[in-house]
T-cell receptor
Framework: DAGVTQSPTHLIKTRGQQVTLRCSPK?????VSWYQQALGQGPQFIFQ???????QRGNFPDRFSGHQFPNYSSELNVNALLLGDSALYLC?????????????FGAGSRLTVL | GDSVTQMEGPVTLSEEAFLTINCTYT??????LFWYVQYPGEGLQLLLK?????DKGSNKGFEATYRKETTSFHLEKGSVQVSDSAVYFC????????????FGAGTQVVVTP
């Protein structure tokens, strides 16, 4: 049973560029959340998607946007990259029909902005 | 707003030593509480959870008890192994229907032979 898969695993961008990160949730999960984890810090909630709509959002600017597809997979887009956007981006899935009480995380996409 | 505070690391222990990582939370109502573990180069893995006061979560020799009176969820293990070296995160989940998770900053644990 495949868990949460994310791509790419590593990428390097320059300031001002745009990036798209992808996530496939665990089989049977319908809700996807994205987190930003800066070096040495805990994950910070970006937003959550269910039924292709953004349901909750953390304290992140509009440069951060997302999408969920009918197959429950999701994308995170970041525009106008800043040096401070360098971090590990984690995707987590859960099952709302099962109470959404546990998150299953992917291994993350490490973004470096130069 | 909701927040989670956990003790700073790194915590360095010898194999077979007793481990405690303190975690306290602030929240409206009674959130579910979790411990996640992150090994180098990997995502977070659920270690244990507790959903109501006085519940004890346990897994792989780790335990944590949901203490409403002290708003705490301290993680303990009686005898650590080198393989327990990792970063441990305490987290809370709000009780609303969408369940927003809040994570602590993480505590690095280093176990030496």
């Amino acid at each position: 049973d495949a868990g949460v898969t994310q791509s790419p695993t590593h990428l390097i961008k320059t300031r001002g560029q745009q990036v798209t990160l992808r996530c496939s949730p665990k089989s049977g999960h319908d809700t996807v959340s994205w987190y930003q984890q800066a070096l040495g810090q805990g994950p910070q909630f970006i937003f959550q998607y269910y039924e292709e709509e953004e349901r909750q959002r953390g304290n992140f600017p509009d440069r951060f946007s997302g999408h969920q597809f009918p197959n429950y997979s999701s994308e995170l887009n970041v525009n106008a990259l800043l040096l401070g956007d360098s971090a590990l981006y984690l995707c987590a899935s859960s099952s709302r029909t099962s109470g959404a009480n546990v998150l299953t995380f992917g291994a993350g996409s490490r973004l470096t902005v130069l | 707003g909701d927040s989670v505070t956990q003790m700073e690391g790194p915590v360095t222990l010898s194999e077979e030593a007793f481990l405690t990582i303190n975690c306290t939370y602030t929240a409206t109502g009674y959130p579910s509480l979790f411990w996640y573990v992150q090994y180098p180069g990997e995502g977070l893995q659920l270690l244990l959870k507790a959903t109501k006061a006085d519940d004890k979560g346990s897994n792989k020799g780790f335990e944590a008890t949901y203490r409403k009176e002290t708003t705490s969820f301290h993680l303990e293990k009686g005898s650590v192994q080198v393989s327990d070296s990792a970063v441990y995160f305490c987290a809370s989940r709000t009780t609303d229907s969408w369940g927003k998770f809040q994570f602590g900053a993480g505590t690095q644990v280093v176990v030496t032979p």
